[in-house]
T-cell receptor, first 113, second 111 residues
């Protein structure tokens, strides 16, 4: 089975721009969760989508949003980028029935200049 | 109090020794617990999951869970230099797919 894929792997943007990141889960997995990883804060939960619905949300501003499509693929959008948004953005997929193991993709490294 | 706490390390052990990594959590409603390994520049890789009190063994890895003490640990037997990485403890909030991560413990295994 193919693993979780994320595109693009690297992005460089400037302050004020917006960015869209994409995640394709493992086949058969219906839940996609997004995390932000920075050296200072570690891994922080952004949100989780299941069957095209946002099921859980972390403590991030409204500039961070996401969506999930009927094929379970998910996108994450960050608008009005700030320098502090520079981070590794990770998505993880699971079966989505609760208590499930989550498997991470390789991540997208976002640098905001 | 942080929801999931780990000692940041580094924890240095000689090759062949047992490495013991510890994690405490604050939410008594937590139902599932995971250990991830993360090499520098890579994404987290799931190595163990545990749901019930007691020990769970998988090869050289043993996860231990004590819900009464809100404590979960990972033992790595016969540690190898290739085990040198950051180990992340993650706790699943009841009936959700939201994982709360600790900040990780950096393990160094020296020859």
């Amino acid at each position: 089975k193919a693993g979780v894929t994320q595109t693009p792997r690297y992005l460089i943007k400037t302050r004020g721009q917006q960015v869209t990141l994409s995640c394709s889960p493992i086949s058969g997995h219906r839940s996609v969760s997004w995390y932000q990883q920075t050296p200072g804060q570690g891994l922080q939960f952004l949100f989780e989508y299941f069957s095209e619905t946002q099921r859980n949300k972390g403590n991030f501003p409204g500039r961070f949003s996401g969506r999930q499509f009927s094929n379970s693929r998910s996108e994450m959008n960050v608008s009005t980028l700030e320098l502090g948004d520079s981070a590794l953005y990770l998505c993880a997929s699971s079966l989505g029935t609760g208590l499930n193991e989550q498997f991470f993709g390789p991540g997208t490294r976002l640098t905001v200049l | 109090q942080k929801e999931v706490e780990q000692n940041s390390g580094p924890l240095s052990v000689p090759e062949g020794a047992i490495a013991s990594l510890n994690c405490t959590y604050s939410d008594r409603g937590s139902q599932s617990f995971f250990w991830y390994r993360q090499y520098s520049g890579k994404s987290p890789e799931l190595i163990m999951s545990i749901y019930s009190n007691g020990d769970k063994e998988d090869g050289r890895f043993t996860a231990q869970l004590n819900k009464a003490s809100q404590y979960v640990s990972l033992l790595i037997r016969d540690s190898q230099p290739s085990d040198s990485a950051t180990y992340l403890c993650a706790v699943n909030i009841y009936n959700t797919d939201k994982l709360i991560f600790g900040t990780g413990t950096r393990l160094q295994v020296f020859p």
